[in-house]
């Protein structure tokens, strides 16, 4: 099972990004994948989940109306769209899914926002 994030990069406030996590080795469709991030020197936080049934579970609350978690079936790929980029969403994020037994974590793209 592997997790592969892209999408990073530096946006001026305002902006928008659309990351992406291409997962191999299982299919994302029936387990529930999540978004973390981890900002210098703070705690590996929670940002969004999509269910099985391909439904956000909950979004941490200074993301809500600005992020949006979605997966492509075909593409066996998870996304998070993000729009209105405030410098505190610079940060490493992460995508995860849960095994059951485990969660496993991809390697994290760096997301800056400045201007």
């Known amino acids: 099972v592997k997790l592969v994030e892209s999408g990073g990069g530096l946006m001026q406030p305002g902006g928008s990004l659309r990351l992406s996590c291409e997962a191999s080795g299982l299919t994302i469709r029936v387990f529930h994948m999540t978004w973390y991030r981890q900002a210098p020197g703070k705690e590996r936080e929670f940002v969004a989940g999509?269910?099985?049934?391909?439904?956000?579970?909950r979004y941490e609350d200074s993301v809500k109306g600005r992020f949006t978690i979605s997966r492509v079936n075909d593409k066996n790929t998870l996304y998070l769209q993000m729009h209105n980029l405030k410098s505190d969403d610079t940060a490493v994020y992460f995508c995860?899914?849960?095994?059951?037994?485990?969660?496993?974590w991809g390697q994290g793209t760096q997301v800056t926002v400045s201007s």
């Open positions: 999509l269910s099985p049934s391909g439904q956000p579970t």
């Open positions: 995860t899914v849960n095994l059951g037994a485990r969660l496993v």
